[in-house]
């Protein structure tokens, strides 16, 4: 039978435990582990069994327990002690409340998905943990932030396995009374409403629910309300379900109805509107039109108010990978704006923000990413290595320059520390080093034996396999209802053994199955007589993706053979509760993904903030920060010459490490059982990764590159009626408009001998068409260094040439003219020998530019 209708019956807490019912309700309990330990400590084994869930454990509770514990003062005052702690936490000064100078009072913070707690499964991998630790971290830092994402009935899938080991999905329903959310009302208990106008005179509705993860409000915007139709009410059904038209809608509703929503938000709570909006990946895009629409309503032109959104709008991009990214037909998005929807915004200014109107692009699509950086003044990537791809990849947006130019930055992503590090580990830098901020411990101090590190490790590993037969003896039963669990799930993993977890989403770049290139090569590692190694693995494929599920598959059957099964296994539906086991209960964190395309990847920081080591390919973060101590860095083939040799080779140099090098070390032990050079890497990994791997100083860098130097951006062109962006728009048109006529026509230079030596002095002088823009428009540059084979330049240094001003002039122009042109001089010393080269070129100058490649536009001599 199944119910037609579902609701959850909160239980009423005890007057004397009321502080509990305050403590479910901040997401805090999510990382702060002793408010965890209060909830456990009402029914340890409902605790677990539930997921660690305090909102789900006091409504499971016998009440009589919670009478019992109201009549225990001990336990009531530790209760009130809690909260008192909490609510210190969200009042007093933390780190931004201490910086000096201008900054945002309020910053919103949008992504198509938020994992915070296993407790509320709104993510479907990185880019949503990600979001859940950057808000995390926000709170711990006092960063004003507010998220902004959607509530999605059936979050992502549920992953299960059949016997022959094909993925299978299901969708269970959230039911949203049972989670720590409450739907924002206004004054008069109303519930808030957003409302977008659609084609067809049609309009979606969506309530809003709020979360509070530590001192961030996160909104989160749901359809699945009466007032809309039935087809919409399910818009926000599922995280990445539907294709073209469902994707759009779900996107439109996160940028503008989450815009709107969080100018409901912050009326209702008299706090300023953001200044600062940062979009998480392309999808949330639209916000920036919802800006601008309603700058357009305070009387702007679309360029005017561009201007604002985009001084004011920070885009960071996630995905090296064509398909991370999202493409919607033109058509379709021409349809939808063709509406009320964003009164004031022409929808052929609109498509244009979209369009790939650069060699190789299609005239058919809206491309979310480029929407992103045309309204984005300020974007990024989330690694070194990933801001120079990103720089390449979207360099067609910038003709003319080249990749090192493109205004695209990077900062490397991080982990929230106290999410991600297991109690057991931080309960010994807190008795030992006297601080639970891992970051901050002193990883070195002899205060923490090499037996302490090994011995908490020893704890975690068995912690983990002790989860892990768990997890393959319920899946057993899901293939096999009724049945009696056989014995052997009992052996899976030896708490002893050296543990390598590979645990990702699917897609194919992540190379699921390169471990399985040579399957004899594999079997020979797990079962080595002296050095046996053992492999969890774990990740859900996308529900389209048939080439993902056959990936796993391959994994499963592999790993169904009798002699392997207990050294090899696959553990389905991997999630946020999973992970924070199986991180501090591998030694190594194997990561092959074909390089360059995994964008940072942190679980291999996740697993390092625990002590495992990783071995990697050196793509995403590991380039930054692998130093030869920490771990090991599988060699990419770069150059093969295809994909399958790629693989072999590849493939070859990981059997290797772990062969020679890996497997060998972990098992040279001391006389006291000790593998003292391990424990020696675990302790440089956990005292230089910690304080850089951790989402504190990542969103230290946000505030600091971005944060702030848009906030005041935006408010240096709002300021006085917008006077700066009115300006700024007109300066730009002038610009677009003249720079065809724009070139360098001439250099001269001279000051070097025929055969020029270090220590010369090249005076340059370049005659510029300025086509009547005023020398001030722009710099005239010289870009100089090493001279290549092919005419590039490498190592380069640009040095700003001076307009002559020349007082004499009759004309009344103050520059010497010759042929129209003005004249540009400097001097560049030669303090290096070797091939060298040197350009001239005009781009133009504007305080109110973040980069002077930024309007894609140049001249450049010869
Ligand atoms: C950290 C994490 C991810 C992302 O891991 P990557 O290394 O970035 O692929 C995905 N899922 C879960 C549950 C995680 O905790």
Same mark, same amino acid.
């Given at each position: 039978?199944?119910?037609?209708?579902?609701?959850?019956?909160?239980?009423?807490?005890?007057?004397?435990?009321?502080?509990?019912?305050?403590?479910?309700? !901040?997401?805090?309990?999510?990382?702060?582990?002793?408010?965890?330990?209060?909830?456990?400590?009402?029914?340890?084994?409902?605790?677990?069994?539930?997921?660690?869930?305090?909102?789900?454990?006091? *409504?499971?509770?016998?009440?009589?327990?919670?009478?019992?514990?109201?009549?225990?003062?001990?336990?009531?005052?530790?209760?009130?002690?809690?909260?008192?702690?909490?609510?210190?936490?969200?009042?007093?000064?933390?780190?931004?409340?201490? $910086?000096?100078?201008? #900054?945002?009072?309020?910053?919103?913070?949008?992504?198509?998905?938020?994992?915070?707690?296993?407790?509320?499964?709104?993510?479907?991998?990185?880019?949503?943990?990600?979001?859940?630790?950057?808000?995390?971290?926000?709170?711990?830092?006092?960063?004003?932030?507010?998220?902004?994402? $959607?509530?999605?009935?059936?979050?992502?899938?549920?992953?299960?396995?059949?016997?022959?080991?094909?993925?299978?999905?299901?969708?269970?329903?959230?039911?949203?009374?049972?989670?720590?959310?409450?739907?924002?009302?206004?004054?008069?208990?109303?519930?808030?409403?957003?409302?977008?106008?659609?084609?067809?005179?049609?309009?979606?509705?969506?309530?809003?629910?709020?979360?509070? %993860?530590?001192?961030?409000?996160?909104?989160?915007?749901?359809?699945?309300? =009466?007032?809309?139709?039935?087809?919409?009410?399910?818009?926000?059904?599922?995280?990445?379900?539907?294709?073209?038209?469902?994707?759009?809608?779900?996107?439109?509703?996160?940028?503008?109805?989450?815009?709107?929503? %969080?100018?409901?938000?912050?009326?209702?709570?008299?706090?300023?509107?953001?200044?600062?909006?940062?979009?998480?990946?392309?999808?949330? *895009?639209?916000?920036?039109?919802?800006?601008?629409?309603?700058?357009?309503?305070?009387?702007?032109?679309?360029?005017?108010?561009?201007?604002?959104?985009?001084?004011?709008?920070?885009?960071?991009?996630?995905?090296?990978?064509?398909?991370?990214?999202?493409?919607?037909?033109?058509?379709?998005?021409?349809?939808?704006?063709?509406?009320?929807?964003?009164?004031?915004?022409?929808?052929?200014?609109?498509?244009?923000?979209?369009?790939?109107?650069?060699?190789?692009?299609?005239?058919?699509?809206?491309?979310?990413?480029?929407?992103?950086?045309?309204? *984005?003044?300020?974007?990024?990537?989330?690694? #070194?290595?990933?801001?120079?791809?990103?720089?390449?990849?979207? #360099?067609?947006?910038?003709?003319?320059?080249?990749?090192?130019?493109? =205004?695209?930055?990077?900062?490397?992503?991080?982990?929230?520390?106290?999410?991600?590090?297991?109690?057991?580990?931080?309960?010994?830098?807190?008795?030992?080093?006297?601080?639970?901020?891992?970051?901050?411990?002193?990883?070195?101090?002899?205060?923490?034996?090499?037996?302490?590190?090994?011995? %908490?490790?020893?704890?975690?590993?068995?912690?983990?396999?002790?989860?892990?037969?768990?997890?393959?003896?319920?899946?057993?039963?899901?293939?096999?209802?009724?049945?009696?669990?056989?014995?052997?799930?009992?052996?899976?993993?030896?708490?002893?053994?050296?543990?390598?977890?590979?645990?990702?989403?699917?897609?194919?770049?992540?190379?699921?199955?390169?471990?399985?290139?040579?399957?004899?090569?594999?079997?020979?590692?797990?079962?080595?007589?002296?050095?046996?190694?053992?492999?969890?693995?774990?990740?859900?494929?996308?529900?389209?993706?048939?080439?993902?599920?056959?990936?796993?598959?391959?994994?499963?059957?592999?790993?169904?053979?009798?002699?392997?099964?207990?050294?090899?296994?696959?553990?389905?539906?991997?999630?946020?509760?999973?992970?924070?086991?199986?991180?501090?209960?591998?030694?190594?964190?194997?990561?092959?993904?074909?390089?360059?395309?995994?964008?940072?990847?942190?679980?291999?920081? #996740?697993?390092?903030?625990?002590?495992?080591?990783?071995?990697?390919?050196?793509?995403?973060?590991?380039?930054?920060?692998?130093?030869?101590?920490?771990?090991?860095?599988?060699?990419?083939?770069?150059?093969?010459?295809?994909?399958?040799?790629?693989?072999?080779?590849?493939?070859?140099?990981?059997?290797?490490?772990?062969?020679?090098?890996?497997?060998?070390?972990?098992?040279?032990?001391?006389?006291?059982?000790?593998?003292?050079?391990?424990?020696?890497?675990?302790?440089?990994?956990?005292?230089?990764?910690?304080?850089?791997? !951790?989402?504190?100083?990542?969103?230290?860098?946000?505030?600091?590159? $971005?944060?702030?130097?848009?906030?005041?951006?935006?408010?240096?062109?709002?300021?006085?009626?917008?006077?700066?962006?009115?300006?700024?728009?007109?300066?730009?048109?002038?610009?677009?408009?003249?720079?065809?006529?724009?070139?360098?026509?001439?250099?001269?230079?001279?000051?070097?001998?025929?055969?020029?030596?270090?220590?010369?002095?090249?005076?340059?002088?370049?005659?510029?068409?300025?086509?009547?823009?005023?020398?001030?428009?722009?710099?005239?540059?010289?870009?100089?260094?090493?001279?290549?084979?092919?005419?590039?330049?490498?190592?380069?240094?640009?040095?700003?040439?001076?307009?002559?001003?020349?007082?004499?002039?009759?004309?009344?122009?103050?520059?010497?003219?010759?042929?129209?042109?003005?004249?540009?001089?400097?001097?560049?010393?030669?303090?290096?020998?070797?091939?060298?080269?040197?350009?001239?070129?005009?781009?133009?100058?504007?305080?109110?530019?973040?980069?002077?490649?930024?309007?894609?536009?140049?001249?450049?001599?010869?």
């Amino acid at each position: 039978m199944k119910a037609i209708r579902k609701f959850t019956v909160r239980t009423v807490v005890p007057e004397a435990l009321a502080a509990l019912d305050e403590l479910a309700g !901040n997401l805090r309990w999510s990382w702060h582990e002793p408010t965890r330990q209060l909830f456990e400590h009402i029914s340890p084994e409902l605790w677990r069994e539930i997921g660690t869930d305090p909102v789900a454990l006091l *409504g499971a509770v016998d009440p009589a327990r919670l009478v019992a514990l109201a009549a225990d003062h001990d336990y009531v005052s530790w209760v009130n002690s809690i909260r008192d702690g909490l609510r210190s936490y969200l009042q007093e000064p933390r780190w931004y409340q201490g $910086l000096e100078g201008d #900054k945002p009072e309020s910053i919103a913070y949008f992504s198509p998905e938020f994992g915070i707690a296993a407790a509320l499964p709104q993510y479907s991998g990185g880019l949503g943990i990600l979001a859940g630790d950057h808000l995390k971290s926000a709170s711990d830092l006092g960063v004003p932030l507010i998220g902004v994402g $959607l509530f999605y009935r059936a979050g992502y899938f549920s992953q299960a396995i059949s016997p022959d080991g094909w993925q299978i999905e299901s969708y269970p329903l959230l039911d949203p009374d049972g989670l720590p959310l409450s739907v924002l009302r206004r004054a008069d208990g109303s519930a808030v409403q957003v409302s977008l106008a659609l084609p067809d005179n049609r309009t979606l509705h969506a309530r809003v629910w709020q979360a509070n %993860v530590g001192r961030i409000r996160l909104l989160m915007l749901d359809t699945d309300i =009466p007032e809309n139709t039935d087809d919409l009410r399910l818009v926000t059904d599922r995280l990445y379900g539907g294709g073209g038209e469902h994707r759009l809608l779900q996107e439109l509703l996160l940028g503008i109805g989450g815009a709107r929503a %969080v100018k409901v938000w912050s009326a209702l709570n008299n706090r300023p509107e953001p200044e600062v909006f940062h979009t998480n990946e392309g999808h949330a *895009g639209f916000l920036g039109l919802e800006r601008i629409s309603s700058l357009i309503g305070d009387g702007l032109s679309f360029a005017e108010a561009l201007q604002v959104a985009r001084a004011g709008t920070v885009f960071t991009t996630h995905t090296p990978v064509a398909a991370g990214i999202d493409r919607f037909e033109r058509s379709l998005v021409r349809r939808y704006f063709e509406t009320d929807l964003l009164p004031g915004v022409g929808v052929d200014e609109l498509l244009a923000l979209g369009a790939e109107n650069y060699p190789g692009g299609s005239p058919d699509v809206f491309n979310m990413a480029l929407m992103g950086l045309r309204l *984005g003044q300020r974007a990024n990537g989330v690694s #070194k290595l990933h801001g120079e791809v990103s720089r390449r990849m979207f #360099k067609g947006l910038w003709p003319g320059f080249d990749a090192e130019d493109v =205004p695209i930055d990077s900062i490397t992503n991080g982990v929230h520390a106290p999410t991600w590090t297991d109690p057991s580990l931080l309960h010994l830098a807190e008795d030992r080093l006297g601080t639970s901020d891992t970051s901050e411990a002193d990883w070195a101090s002899p205060a923490i034996t090499d037996d302490d590190l090994w011995s %908490v490790r020893g704890t975690m590993r068995l912690q983990f396999v002790e989860d892990a037969r768990r997890r393959i003896a319920a899946a057993w039963l899901v293939q096999n209802p009724g049945g009696i669990v056989p014995g052997w799930i009992g052996q899976v993993f030896d708490p002893k053994v050296l543990t390598i977890g590979f645990a990702r989403r699917v897609p194919t770049y992540k190379r699921l199955t390169l471990m399985l290139h040579d399957p004899e090569r594999l079997r020979a590692l797990l079962l080595h007589p002296e050095h046996p190694i053992q492999i969890v693995i774990a990740g859900k494929s996308h529900p389209a993706d048939e080439e993902g599920k056959r990936l796993i598959q391959k994994v499963v059957q592999f790993a169904a053979d009798p002699e392997l099964r207990t050294r090899i296994a696959f553990l389905p539906d991997y999630n946020i509760g999973m992970a924070q086991l199986m991180y501090p209960g591998t030694d190594v964190w194997l990561n092959n993904p074909l390089r360059p395309l995994e964008a940072c990847g942190t679980s291999g920081m #996740k697993a390092a903030l625990n002590g495992a080591l990783n071995l990697s390919i050196l793509d995403g973060w590991w380039p930054e920060y692998y130093d030869g101590k920490n771990g090991w860095a599988i060699p990419s083939a770069d150059a093969a010459g295809d994909s399958a040799e790629r693989d072999r080779i590849e493939a070859d140099a990981l059997y290797e490490l772990i062969e020679h090098h890996v497997a060998p070390r972990f098992y040279d032990r001391n006389a006291d059982g000790v593998p003292e050079r391990w424990v020696a890497s675990i302790r440089h990994t956990l005292a230089t990764l910690s304080p850089e791997l !951790n989402a504190g100083r990542m969103v230290r860098q946000y505030v600091q590159k $971005l944060y702030r130097p848009a906030g005041a951006a935006e408010a240096r062109l709002s300021a006085n009626n917008y006077r700066a962006a009115r300006e700024l728009a007109v300066w730009k048109g002038r610009i677009v408009a003249k720079w065809p006529g724009v070139s360098v026509a001439h250099v001269e230079s001279g000051g070097v001998a025929a055969v020029p030596k270090v220590g010369d002095e090249l005076h340059l002088r370049a005659h510029v068409q300025l086509n009547g823009l005023d020398p001030a428009d722009v710099t005239v540059e010289v870009v100089y260094g090493k001279s290549l084979a092919n005419d590039e330049l490498s190592g380069v240094h640009t040095l700003a040439l001076e307009a002559v001003v020349d007082p004499d002039a009759a004309d009344g122009s103050d520059t010497p003219e010759q042929g129209g042109a003005t004249l540009f001089t400097g001097t560049v010393a030669l303090d290096r020998g070797g091939a060298f080269g040197y350009t001239v070129r005009v781009v133009p100058k504007n305080d109110l530019l973040v980069s002077s490649a930024e309007m894609g536009l140049i001249a450049v001599a010869g």
